[in-house]
């Protein structure tokens, strides 16, 4: 192995042996705190344009196992860890994770501290940082590395993505994101085990995303409910159209103000009375568009070990979150209470909206929040079955938005199956 330098904005330098593909790369320097599920961290789109640092020392003894990935793509620029097991054993295993970064072109640094680089995270926060093959940067390079952003990260992860097909995800095949590769491989709608008789069966929700990974549409798939996805750049109008029972508003990568023409159509949205549910990205864009602020933390919440308590109940979850940035728990959307709160920092973790039938959480959710989310869409359908039996509703109705009636073909493309290049 050759010698490889991590270089920080701060000026540190680690020192350590390259793996994985041979080349440099610049990022915004993070650390992920989780145990296990590397395989989940490196095919996570929420680390786009990052360097991820694994807190756990040993990585890869379980080799590479395509089941276990997020999304068919790495959007990560580089990772670093203590030390990669150059002999791993998994009856599972399809690989070694030096190959595995060889062949995505991520390069990788071993034998570096990654207990000394996460402190100085964790003290001065997040910064860029760059692998590189000599301790020395000339002025451009430092000049790159100081300028660098993390830019238009939900159209990045997204553009790729392929939505075909005119059916939703069947209950039953929730995990049919047919990738090609990783999980739910080869599944479509059209696929699965069956109908799963759930708590939302013969509700159809519409799936918006900005950067998901499979879980969503498992999650609520596994309920019961039938999922179509709608591409990151879908308006107000279009997925009013589709007539859903509810909208959930996925996670995804970076900044969420910078997506001020999403922040905007989630807003239109919220006028219709469907029901929405906000995840991570989701979540945040959601307050943006409700009026609230966002903020950048120190370090954020990387790992499947995050805390969470809930206000009401004073009860305690342990959850999966990726960010970086946050609802700024100082200025929360008119008409609107914060529902969790992370139990470390008291950052913002969700919130519940009293003027429309929303809310939203910063973690992945528990099956708590999807129960919750299809108890207020049954709400909303049996409100709306009752106003129509009293004639007609003083209030908006779905299609208001849209104006006269949509055919089939006018219908924005959806999602059978995420595939190809995501």
């Known amino acids: 192995m050759r010698i490889a330098y991590l270089i920080l904005e701060n000026g540190a330098v680690f020192k350590g042996w390259s793996f994985g593909y041979d080349g440099g790369a610049i990022g915004e320097l993070v650390f992920s705190t989780g145990m296990t599920g590397y395989m989940e961290t490196l095919s996570d789109p929420r680390y786009f344009g990052q360097i991820v640092i694994q807190t756990f020392p040993l990585i890869g003894n379980y080799g590479v196992i395509p089941a276990e990935m997020r999304s068919p793509k790495l959007h990560l620029n580089a990772y670093i860890v203590r030390e990669w097991c150059q002999e791993p054993s998994n009856f599972r295993s399809e690989g070694n994770l030096d190959s595995f970064l060889c062949d995505n072109k991520i390069p990788g640094i071993c034998g570096v501290d990654t207990r000394a680089l996460t402190r100085i995270i964790r003290e001065n926060g997040a910064m860029n940082a760059m692998v590189s093959k000599s301790p020395e940067l000339g002025s451009?390079?430092?000049?790159?590395?100081?300028?660098?952003?993390?830019?238009?990260?939900?159209?990045?992860?997204?553009?790729?993505?392929?939505?075909?097909?005119?059916?939703m995800y069947a209950p039953g095949a929730g995990q049919g994101l047919s990738s090609g590769q990783g999980r739910g491989q080869g599944?479509?709608?059209?696929?699965?085990?069956?109908?799963?008789?759930?708590?939302?069966?013969?509700?159809?929700?519409?799936?918006?995303?900005?950067?998901?990974?499979?879980g969503l549409v498992e999650g609520l798939a596994t309920n019961g409910c039938g999922v179509r996805c709608v591409r990151f750049d879908s308006s107000a109008s279009d997925i009013s159209a589709l007539s859903p029972d509810g909208v959930v508003l996925s996670d995804g990568p970076g900044d969420p103000a910078e997506n001020t023409e999403i922040i905007r159509e989630i807003g239109l949205l919220c006028d219709t009375g469907i029901p929405l549910l906000g995840v991570g990205l989701g979540h945040r864009l959601l307050a943006l568009a409700r009026g609230a602020k966002?903020?950048?933390l120190l370090f954020g919440h990387h790992g499947a070990n995050q805390t969470v308590s809930e206000r009401e109940s004073g009860r305690v979850f342990v959850t999966s979150q990726n960010h970086l940035y946050s609802v700024s728990a100082g200025s929360p959307p008119a008409r609107s209470e914060i529902s969790y709160l992370n139990a470390n920092d008291g950052s913002c973790e969700g919130i519940t909206?009293?003027?429309?039938?929303?809310?939203?959480?910063?973690?992945?959710?528990?099956?708590?929040?999807?129960?919750?989310?299809?108890?207020?869409?049954?709400?909303?359908?049996?409100?709306?079955?009752?106003?129509?039996?009293?004639?007609?509703?003083?209030?908006?109705?779905?299609?208001?938005?849209?104006?006269?009636?949509?055919?089939?073909?006018?219908?924005?493309?959806?999602?059978?199956?995420?595939?190809?290049?995501?």
């Open 140 to 167: 451009e390079q430092w000049a790159l590395l100081r300028g660098y952003r993390v830019e238009g990260a939900v159209s990045a992860v997204c553009a790729e993505r392929e939505y075909t097909g005119s059916a």
């Open 187 to 214: 599944l479509s709608s059209g696929q699965g085990p069956g109908v799963v008789q759930g708590p939302g069966s013969g509700l159809n929700v519409v799936l918006w995303d900005f950067g998901d990974t499979f």
């Open 294 to 296: 966002t903020e950048k």
């Open 353 to 422: 909206y009293r003027d429309v039938p929303a809310f939203s959480v910063e973690f992945a959710p528990t099956e708590d929040v999807f129960l919750k989310f299809i108890a207020c869409m049954v709400n909303e359908t049996r409100s709306a079955s009752k106003s129509d039996l009293n004639g007609p509703s003083q209030n908006a109705s779905k299609s208001d938005l849209n104006g006269p009636s949509q055919s089939a073909s006018d219908h924005p493309p959806v999602a059978e199956d995420l595939k190809g290049g995501e």
